[in-house]
């Protein structure tokens, strides 16, 4: 079974400035990392995941992602947001077997002018 | 990339009642995925609807509360039966697969 920590409940960040939004997780079992996006009042959203391959991972939007095993972490990073960024954020792992998304409890992004 | 479609979109139901909530995928998949969102919460996994098999449950979710059904590769309903407050939540379905997209989801309000 997998967890899903994000450390941050809510991130106030001003327009152009750069965000980061940390994610760890534990698994006793190699894993796919995700990160979705949820703005208000509207479905889920993929914006980035990793597979296998390259550590840094590039996804819609600006987003990218490090997956660093050692720490267990896939942090996402944006280098200047836009107010549209104003969302709610997971970061979810799945077990390369059985596509089960297990999600952390979210992270909320203000962006404010 | 797989599109998935959910009916209804939002629901307003008595308690006691049972709605029944409908996932349409445009290709075939072998697996299935019901998760719930509480208000202001993240999302939980309930089942895992495989076609031709009895869907699996995560701990916590029961078949009687939510029974669901699989009958071809495309489709999947879940129902949530015997309402109460509780039960209010946005019910979202996905499909398996490396992208785990999901579906709209369906916005339920029980009173």
């Known amino acids: 079974a997998q967890s899903v920590t994000q450390l941050d409940s809510q991130v106030p960040v001003f327009e152009e400035a750069p965000v980061e939004l940390r994610c760890n997780y534990s698994s006793s079992v190699s894993v796919y990392l995700f990160w979705y996006v949820q703005y208000p009042n509207q479905g889920l959203q993929l914006l980035l995941k990793?597979?296998?391959?390259?550590?840094l991972v590039k996804g819609i939007n600006g987003f990218e992602a490090e997956f660093n095993k050692s720490q267990t972490s896939f942090h996402l990073r944006k280098p200047s947001v836009h107010i549209s960024d104003t969302a709610e954020y997971f970061c979810a792992v799945s077990d390369r077997d059985d596509y089960k998304l297990s999600f952390g409890a979210g992270t909320t992004v203000t962006v404010r002018a | 990339s797989a599109v998935i479609s959910q009916k209804p979109s939002r629901d307003i139901c008595q308690r006691g009642t049972s709605l029944t909530i409908q996932c349409q995928v445009d290709s075939q998949v072998t697996m299935m995925f019901w998760y719930r969102q509480q208000p202001g919460q993240s999302l939980t996994l309930i089942a895992t609807?495989?076609?031709?098999?009895?869907?699996?449950?995560e701990s916590g979710f029961v078949i009687d509360k939510f029974p669901i059904s699989r009958p071809n590769l495309t489709f999947s309903t879940l129902t949530v039966s015997n309402m109460s407050p509780e039960d209010s939540s946005i019910y979202l379905c996905?499909?398996?697969?490396?992208?785990?997209?999901f579906g709209p989801g369906t916005r339920l309000t029980v009173l």
């Open positions: 990793y597979l296998s391959g390259s550590t």
């Open positions: 996905s499909v398996e697969g490396n992208e785990q997209f």
């Open positions: 609807a495989n076609q031709g098999s009895e869907a699996t449950y």
